[in-house]
């Protein structure tokens, strides 16, 4: 009778973790919002804030191990380095990019930032120097997030965003934040 349990008792638990209970869909990280900012932060890094406002979530483009950067977020031209991953501009002013509501801006460009991480051979930049370059730490004007989950607007779809724009509809597509 044992070996009969030893191949049932896997199988049962194979199938009632497979088929007892629906799969929530995964949501996209980071999620898409559309917004307007009090200046031009286009190429300033954005972290963000907890509620109590201390920074938590912040980015680390090199690492120091192996002396390149992570990820392909960079397009590295002899004057300036931009940050090409998560943001695009689009017309009127507003922005596309990968923010929550409790981002921040920072006064460190993205070039800035990442001779920081080389020139201090650290992956990211610690908290007391990130804290000491907050440049704004209410920076929308307006804000509008993609409520689904998994997304529904990627960051190619700016002509069809730009048509929102132009129709006065982004209200009907994204949830208005601010």
Do not use: W
């Amino acid at each position: 009778m044992e070996p009969i349990v030893r191949i049932l008792l896997p199988c049962l638990i194979i199938m009632f973790t497979a088929f007892s209970c629906e799969k929530e869909p995964k949501a996209t990280a980071p999620g898409l919002a559309v917004y307007k900012t009090k200046g031009d932060y286009f190429y300033n890094v954005s972290v963000g804030i907890n509620k109590k406002g201390k920074l938590y979530h912040y980015p680390a483009f090199y690492n120091p191990e192996t002396k390149s950067l992570i990820g392909n977020h960079f397009k590295i031209t002899e004057d300036d380095t931009v940050f090409i991953s998560f943001r695009r501009n689009l017309i009127n002013g507003y922005i596309l990019d990968g923010v929550a509501e409790n981002t921040i801006f920072l006064d460190f460009t993205y070039k800035q930032y990442l001779n920081y991480e080389i020139n201090n051979n650290h992956c990211g930049v610690p908290l007391e120097v990130l804290s000491e370059h907050i440049l704004d730490d209410d920076p929308f004007l307006e804000l509008y997030i993609d409520p689904n989950r998994p997304r529904k607007y990627e960051l190619s779809d700016t002509a069809l965003i730009n048509q929102m724009i132009r129709n006065d509809e982004l209200e009907k597509y994204f949830e208005k934040i601010k």
